[in-house]
């Protein structure tokens, strides 16, 4: 089985602050680890992926296998970045994903 | 492209109605998911499909029929709607098993905000 869990629902910053939201999962083989972003009003979009170690809108993920987390960070909060924030997980050749419950982030000014 | 359209946008039933939810994408992808969105719960997986005639159930299943005649297409129907199918209900598609996985990741519809009363 495979599972998502995020432990904040909400999660307040600053704007220009550090921003960190926690992601931790279980699944026994080789996972792939998504986080997408769905903006007020907005339907839901891939922000990054864990296998292309790309920087997206400033945010960065880690995948680190020892802690089998994919934390979302970025260094200085705007307030745009303000949505609701789903991890995601796709289990080996299942391409299935499993999400998170979610957390909501407010970047406040 | 349109992507992937989902209707109605809003819709209330009465308990024991029944309905079914729309949705279509024009960019040929073989893999097509509902989910169901609810306030702490995130996104749970109602039914998917690999391709035209092929569908498979997903974690809460139950109350829900789906049928896949067309690539476009992946109609998600309620046969006795209840409250507890109150939720926000969003399509998604990927061109293929590993495009779910790509840097294209799925494609989202803008959803159907179900009330059941």
């Known amino acids: 089985a495979q599972r998502v869990t995020q432990p904040e629902k909400l999660l307040s910053v600053f704007k220009g602050a550090p921003v960190e939201l926690k992601c931790n999962y279980s699944?026994?083989?080789?996972?792939?680890l998504f986080w997408y972003v769905q903006y007020s009003r907005q339907r839901l979009q891939l922000l990054l992926r864990?296998?292309s170690r790309e920087s997206i809108k400033g945010f960065t993920a880690d995948l680190n296998k020892g802690e089998t987390s994919f934390h979302l960070k970025k260094p200085f909060a705007q307030e745009e970045d303000s949505a609701m924030y789903y991890c995601?997980?796709?289990?080996?050749?299942?391409?299935?994903?499993?999400f998170g419950k979610g957390t909501l982030l407010t970047v406040n000014p | 492209n349109a992507g992937v359209t989902q209707t109605p946008k809003f819709q209330v039933l009465k308990t024991g109605q029944s309905m079914t939810l729309q949705c279509a994408q024009d960019?040929?992808?073989?893999?097509m998911s509902w989910y169901r969105q609810d306030p702490g719960m995130g996104l749970r997986l109602i039914h998917y499909?690999?391709?035209?005639?092929?569908?498979d159930q997903g974690e809460v299943p139950n109350g829900y029929n789906v049928s896949r005649s067309t690539t476009e297409d992946f109609p998600l129907r309620l046969l006795s709607a209840a409250p507890s199918q109150t939720s926000v209900y969003f399509c998604?598609?990927?061109?293929?098993?590993?495009?779910?996985?790509?840097?294209?990741?799925?494609?989202f519809g803008s959803g159907t905000r179900l009330t059941v009363v």
């Open positions: 998604a598609s990927s061109y293929s098993r590993q495009g779910a996985k790509s840097s294209y990741g799925y494609t």
């Open positions: 499909s690999v391709g035209a005639g092929i569908t």
């Open positions: 699944y026994s083989g080789s996972p792939e």
């Open positions: 995601a997980l796709s289990g080996g050749s299942n391409y299935k994903l499993t």
């Open positions: 960019m040929n992808h073989e893999y």
């Open positions: 864990h296998i």
